[in-house]
């Protein structure tokens, strides 16, 4: 489960560094269905000015301390 974890936040770190020097004009809308059924739009969020997508494995043993991190980032922003 580590290593999922791991994995996961390298893609992450990867993505963001990428995405920071080749920021696209445009980003096609799409949806996706929440761990509780909800429905996101994401033009629902155009008023925003960033959306965040977490990905988690309710199974991973290291998700609560992730979570702990991602609130703690969260209150920074």
Not at 5 to 14: E, G, H, I
Not at 41 to 50: A, D, N, W
């Amino acid at each position: 489960m580590k290593i999922r974890v791991s994995t996961a936040l390298l893609f992450l770190a990867n993505f963001v560094s990428f995405q920071a020097f080749a920021l696209p004009d445009k980003i096609g809308d799409f949806a996706l269905l929440d761990s509780d059924g909800k429905f996101h739009q994401l033009s629902r969020y155009r008023h925003k000015e960033f959306v965040v997508l977490m990905a988690v494995d309710p199974a991973c043993e290291d998700l609560s301390h992730e979570l702990a991190v991602f609130n703690e980032i969260e209150k920074e922003w």
